[in-house]
């Protein structure tokens, strides 16, 4: 119990003294180490302790195995679940989610399909899985067999579902699983009522989505970043940015997600001071350095026309970048006609090992190279140095 208190608290220092200290460690004494080290952002630490454990059990296994997917090691997760010398339900359950979660789809879907048994947790986890990826036929499909054989849908389930339909805006099918989630009464559950905002906002009945949050007995950050963000695809940014104060209103903290979303709408309405305002909130909120903040702000200074402090936010973001980042910068880059800046952050994509380079940063560069090949009276020679280049070949650009 102290050790799990500790690793709560993010003190995985104090964690690992306490354990280390105990006179003897059984089984649950490792797992909690385990889990904490996990837990703290500590893979080397844990699979350390795991390969020194004097006995494992299923848990053990089970959390490893979780721990390496949530952080990436898919080949590492793959191997340990292969050596399990026994597996329980909890165990195929985690494979398949760490595949799921990790772009694996397919995989995912062979090893769902050669699972002894299966429950709701299962299915559910299919089902997420493959309307995540943009399968989201084939999810609406799954959940269909799941009800056939008998399986008892979870809220989560539902949750799942609904999500799967807002990708492919399936109206007919989203009002019947309303009326469902309604009849059985989960239609008060906060997960399946943020996805019924989402799933009405994909299908561009946005008052529908505030009926819903309307109707709920209480909001939480959850359903008030749905709706922000359901005002926003429709458009609808001044709403959108009249909900996010509401809800700093009635004293409901907004998360990283909240923010971004609200950001956006700031960029889509040019509204810059907004935008700044917001800015101070995520300061004091200690929210400035999340990537998906980080990511909104950057867009929406450089849309409002202040380059330079995007690429101040840009130099002192302290986690690391993503695709989304860069491509901002170098849109950001384009519509400013900056050559030299656009060379630089595409040359530092490029020479980033965490980022996959994609299709929509080569675009956002034959976008800056034209530009400026056209602001240079249409001689090419930008086009042509770019080509030649170390950055990137013209087969990267065709």
């Keep these: 119990m102290l050790i799990t208190s500790y690793y709560q608290k993010g003190e995985i220092n104090e964690a690992l003294r306490v354990f280390n200290d105990m006179p003897v460690k059984d089984i649950v004494s490792w797992n909690s180490m385990i889990k904490g080290c996990l837990s703290c952002g500590d893979l080397d630490m844990a699979r350390k302790l795991f390969d020194e454990m004097p006995g494992r059990n299923v848990v053990s296994w089970t959390t490893i195995v979780d ?28 494979m398949v989610f760490g595949y799921c979660s990790n772009g694996r789809i397919e995989d995912g879907f062979e090893l769902f399909k050669r699972m002894p048994r299966r429950d ?60 469902l989630v309604v009849k059985i009464g989960y239609v008060f559950d906060t997960f399946i009522s943020a996805s019924l905002i989402t799933f009405y906002a994909h299908c561009t009945l946005v008052d529908n989505s505030l009926k819903v949050f309307e109707d709920n007995l209480v909001a939480n950050v959850v359903m008030w970043t749905a709706l922000i963000t359901g005002y926003g695809l429709n458009s609808k940014h001044e709403e959108a940015l009249e909900v996010f104060y509401g809800m700093i209103m009635s004293g409901t903290m907004p998360n990283q997600f909240t923010f971004a979303s609200a950001l956006k709408s700031c960029s889509e309405l040019d509204a810059l001071d907004r935008g700044k305002g917001l800015h101070t909130r995520t300061i004091k909120l200690g929210l400035d350095v999340d990537v998906f903040v980080g990511n909104s702000l950057i867009v929406m200074y450089t849309e409002c026309g202040c380059v330079g402090d995007g690429i101040t936010i840009f130099n002192n973001m302290k986690v ?33 090992p965490s980022v996959e380079v994609k299709l929509e940063h080569y675009a956002c560069m034959v976008d800056i190279l034209g530009a400026i090949w056209k602001v240079g009276g249409g001689r090419g020679v930008y086009l042509e140095d770019a080509c030649e280049s170390r950055i990137y070949s013209v087969d990267s650009i065709t």
């Design 67 to 94: 721990g390496c997917a949530q952080f990436g090691e898919v080949e590492m997760a793959e191997e340990l679940f292969g050596k399990m010398p026994w597996r329980d339900i909890a165990a195929w359950n985690s």
């Design 120 to 179: 709701d947790i299962s299915w559910t986890t299919m089902i997420g899985g493959l309307g995540q990826c943009g399968r989201s036929e084939e999810a609406l499909f799954l959940f269909q067999e799941m009800c056939v054989l008998g399986v008892k849908p979870t809220p989560s389930t539902y949750s799942s579902v609904l999500t799967a339909c807002a990708n492919i805006s399936a109206l007919c099918c989203g009002v019947q699983l309303h009326a």
């Design 320 to 352: 690391p970048p993503d695709e989304i980042t860069y491509v901002g910068l170098l849109t950001a880059c384009s519509h400013c006609r900056m050559l030299d800046k656009g060379k630089y952050f595409f040359e530092k994509l490029n020479w980033d």
